[in-house]
């Protein structure tokens, strides 16, 4: 009889452990989604590789695979056509024209922008003109300015400092050159005047000698360069979209207390400062000093800056490289962000 009752209850606690295994088993598989995310190894996208370090998507339920590129405007495409779930960059004049013909994708967050008191990006003179009086952006007129290329971010900014300064594009020689390295080099070489430059590369230039800054862009005005964008897929599944972003508000709120805080209006670094140009510079391949000379400013909770998104539109259908005007509207939704932080308080 003891035996019998032995074997029973023997049964019953191999059953009661089967049963814990396969709904451990499910609960992980329900739990635990992959999300695909395009990438350029740039410092901008530090709270992705923070909040992958940390575990804050994890925390989420969330895995997420980096797809890496090489420029911004396959990950608009890939994005756009479900490709990847989310894309990581710039805003461009072709992201506008890809909207307005159709295509369908959504800017959801912060992922860097230019601000008052921090480097990020900059106008630079050569050194040569900036010793012969070349001191502010209205001594441009009538000089060569090298940009990457039509429509571009540098694009935008060059116009609308030069415009902030009563000057126009008309004012100056608009020099398309392609790459950073080229802007960096034809400055070096005298075959410009002046270039629009990112961190760490503004720092580089000064550093070798040959570029001065005329002025930082985020002195003049607030811009929202680079966005997180969602696919036509992501933006249904709201669900997956909100755990994204409370996973990514997480890490932007680590990544600013660590490298953005201000005192006496100097940057000073936080508790995590080391930590996170550590991540940073494993991510990007970018030697640490040189993370550390290019840090963008981003929102604490990645709060995208939603009206200049039109500022954006308006001025590119002015100066005529969009196709089709758009409302921001078509582009921008910000209630999933709204939803995330809400569950974050």
């Not at 441009?140 to 902030?164: A, C, D, N, P």
């Not at 005529?320 to 939803?339: F, G, H, L, R, Y």
């Amino acid at each position: 009889m003891r035996r019998k009752v032995g074997k029973v209850i023997l049964l019953i606690l191999v059953g009661l452990l089967l049963v814990t295994i396969v709904f451990t088993g499910c609960s992980k598989s329900k739990e635990v989604e992959k999300v695909k995310i395009g990438l350029l190894k740039l410092t901008s996208s530090a709270p992705i590789f923070i909040g992958i370090e940390k575990g804050f998507f994890k925390e989420e339920g969330l895995n997420l695979d980096i797809e890496w590129f090489e420029a911004a405007q396959p990950i608009a495409v890939a994005t756009a056509s479900n490709q990847v779930d989310i894309g990581a960059t710039g805003i461009t004049a072709s992201l506008f024209n890809m909207v307005g013909s159709g295509q369908s994708l959504m800017i959801v967050a912060d992922k860097g922008r230019e601000h008052t008191g921090y480097s990020s990006s900059a106008i630079l003179v050569r050194k040569d003109l900036w010793e012969q009086g070349i001191r502010k952006i209205e001594d441009l007129k009538g000089k060569r300015v090298g940009i990457t290329q039509t429509g571009s971010t540098f694009h935008y900014m060059i116009g609308r400092l030069l415009e902030e300064k009563g000057l126009t594009l008309n004012d100056v020689e608009i020099v398309s050159l392609g790459k950073i390295g080229a802007l960096m080099a034809s400055l070096q070489s005298g075959q410009v005047d002046a270039v629009i430059l990112n961190e760490p590369n503004i720092s580089k230039v000064e550093s070798a000698g040959y570029g001065k800054i005329l002025s930082q862009v985020g002195d003049v005005m607030d811009y929202q360069t680079s966005a997180i964008f969602f696919s036509p897929k992501l933006v249904k599944d709201k669900s997956i979209g909100i755990k994204f972003l409370k996973g990514y508000i997480k890490s932007t709120r680590y990544y600013y207390d660590a490298v953005l805080n201000l005192k006496d209006g100097k940057v000073v670094p936080g508790t995590n400062y080391n930590e996170v140009i550590n991540i940073i510079a494993n991510y990007t391949g970018v030697p640490v000093e040189d993370v550390k000379s290019g840090l963008p400013y981003l929102d604490r909770d990645g709060k995208l800056l939603s009206p200049d998104i039109q500022t954006q539109i308006d001025w590119y259908v002015g100066h005529k490289m969009i196709d089709k005007p758009i409302n921001s509207s078509q582009v921008v939704n910000a209630e999933m962000w709204e939803t995330a932080l809400k569950e974050l308080k």
